[in-house]
């Protein structure tokens, strides 16, 4: 079974350009999350998908973070425009959706964004 | 609100030795709990979950248990290996399933 897909795995920009980075969660899940991991901390969430509609965004900084999940499969992470405090290593994860809290969420190898 | 309190690293071990990493938690009703580890070079993945007071989760030879009355979930091990070694972090699903939360992780290092 394949695993969580991420792409980039790395990115490089300068502040105030715009990114975006791109999860193909693992087949039949329904649940996808957006995590953002900064060097020496664990990760936050972003943004929870069940499907194609949105769980919960309460930690997405909206002003210039936005996260879509058409025909309820891949998802789109955007930054526009990015500051340097973006830099980070966004991670995806995605679980079946279908044990409620006790879900065991699988991760991809995440995208390292470096904002210069 | 919902909080992961985490041991700070970084934790070096001699092989062999015993390996406790104590994590605590703050939540609103009855939350699930994990550990996931992310070895060097490799993506997060579950270690273990405890999902109801008095749980014990485990999994190569690890071991946490759910304790509602002191509100922890400390990770055990008898016996680590070289190949332990790797970042621990602890974690919690609140009651509805839709936050979840991290600790700041602990690096492990065991040495031979």
């Known amino acids: 079974e394949a695993g969580v897909a991420q792409s980039p795995r790395y990115k490089i920009i300068e502040k105030r350009q715009s990114v975006a980075f791109w999860c193909n969660p693992i087949?039949?899940?329904?649940?996808l999350y957006w995590y953002q991991q900064i060097l020496g901390q664990g990760p936050k969430l972003l943004i929870q998908?069940?499907?194609?509609?949105?769980?919960?965004d309460s930690q997405l900084p909206k002003d210039r973070f936005s996260a879509e999940r058409l025909k309820g499969v891949d998802s789109t992470l955007k930054i526009q425009p990015a500051k340097l405090e973006d830099s980070a290593v966004y991670l995806c994860?995605?679980?079946?959706?279908?044990?409620?809290?006790?879900?065991?969420?699988?991760f991809g190898p995440g995208t390292r964004l470096t904002v210069l | 609100g919902n909080s992961v309190t985490q041991m700070e690293g970084p934790v070096t071990l001699s092989e062999e030795a015993f390996l406790t990493i104590n994590c605590t938690y703050t939540?609103?009703?009855?939350?699930?709990l994990f550990w996931y580890v992310q070895y060097p070079g490799e993506g997060l993945q579950l270690l273990l979950k405890?999902?109801?007071?008095?749980d014990k989760g485990s999994n190569k030879g690890f071991e946490a248990t759910y304790r509602k009355e002191t509100t922890s979930f400390h990770l055990e091990k008898g016996s680590v290996q070289v190949s332990d070694s790797a970042v621990y972090f602890c974690?919690?699903?609140?009651?509805?399933?839709?936050?979840?939360?991290f600790g700041t992780g602990t690096s492990l290092t065991v040495i031979p």
């Open positions: 939540a609103t009703g009855y939350p699930s």
């Open positions: 405890a999902t109801k007071a008095d």
């Open positions: 974690a919690l699903s609140d009651y509805t399933g839709n936050q979840f939360y």
């Open positions: 998908f069940q499907n194609n509609g949105v769980v919960d």
């Open positions: 087949s039949g899940h329904a649940t």
């Open positions: 994860a995605s679980s079946s959706g279908d044990r409620g809290n006790t879900d065991t969420q699988y």
